[in-house]
């Protein structure tokens, strides 16, 4: 699928890897509206992303805020070509600490917003996706991309809730891809390694360094246009469904 003149709604997008991704697809054409919690910071960056970004903000599990930024989605740019799910939250927990088990509820929290906020967004996009006119000769009528994490693969020590909410996005990558298949709507998942976010960004050379020892090569963190220069290969190239594509110089975590 041509990004050009698609519209694509972008979760996390006020920020890293998502905003990334908007800039790219403005740049090829595309239209985009930015999901993310951050109201102060969407209105900041679609502002300045100009007349082909809009923004809406709210929780990616929130039924009701999904379905109200995909109305807004719709009555400014039409319809919705590709969903971009990168909004997530990290955290390091271990199962039994000095204070006892792990609070279910952090548990719960980041399961909440990573895997179930990733579906909640999906299904509500596909939804008006196969409603598309067809725009390949194969009748491609969407595109989803959804972001998991090395750590699917390599989950660190601490890691069990995140490693949990990013290996369901993998596991479920395949059977979505399956169940859209008659509705002309393709599905990917991409795995980042460590890549220079704001966060990382601000981090000392005690934090980075012992993270770019592990890559293999090339020996640095990953620049967020390389995520969004690959989501863009997704959607362009019409083959690719129902696979998990790890972006990460053949990093791999220890357990630490």
Excluded at 182 to 192: D, I, L, N, S, Y
Excluded at 198 to 211: N, S, T
Aim: proline residues 4%; aromatic residues 6%; negative net charge.
């Amino acid at each position: 699928m041509d990004l050009k003149g698609k519209t694509a709604f972008i979760t996390g997008g006020a920020s890293g890897l998502g905003l990334a991704t908007a800039e790219n697809f403005i740049a090829a054409g595309a239209n985009v509206l930015l999901y993310d919690l951050n109201a102060e910071q969407l209105e900041r960056q679609a502002t300045r992303l100009g007349d082909n970004a809009a923004w809406y903000a709210g929780d990616v599990a929130d039924e009701v805020g999904v379905a109200a930024a995909i109305a807004k989605a719709k009555e400014v740019f039409g319809t919705i070509h590709i969903n971009v799910n990168s909004a997530g939250i990290g955290g390091a927990t271990r199962t039994v600490g000095k204070n006892g088990p792990m609070p279910l509820e952090k548990f719960e929290h980041i399961i909440r917003v990573n895997l179930i906020g990733t579906f909640n967004v999906l299904r509500l996009c596909a939804e008006v996706m196969q409603q598309n006119d067809v725009q390949t000769q194969d009748n491609e009528r969407g595109v989803i991309i959804n972001v998991a994490s090395i750590a699917a693969f390599d989950g660190q020590t601490g890691q069990a809730a995140y490693a949990a909410s990013k290996g369901g996005i993998v596991a479920m990558t395949l059977p979505i891809a399956r169940d859209l298949a008659k509705r002309g709507v393709r599905v990917m998942t991409v795995a980042p390694g460590i890549f220079e976010t704001p966060l990382l960004a601000k981090a000392p050379d005690e934090v980075r360094d012992p993270l770019i020892a592990i890559t293999q090569f090339p020996k640095r963190l990953g620049n967020p246009i390389e995520f969004a220069e690959e989501v863009a290969h997704i959607v362009n190239c019409g083959y690719l469904n129902g696979e998990t594509i790890r972006l990460d110089a053949a990093i791999r975590m220890p357990a630490l």
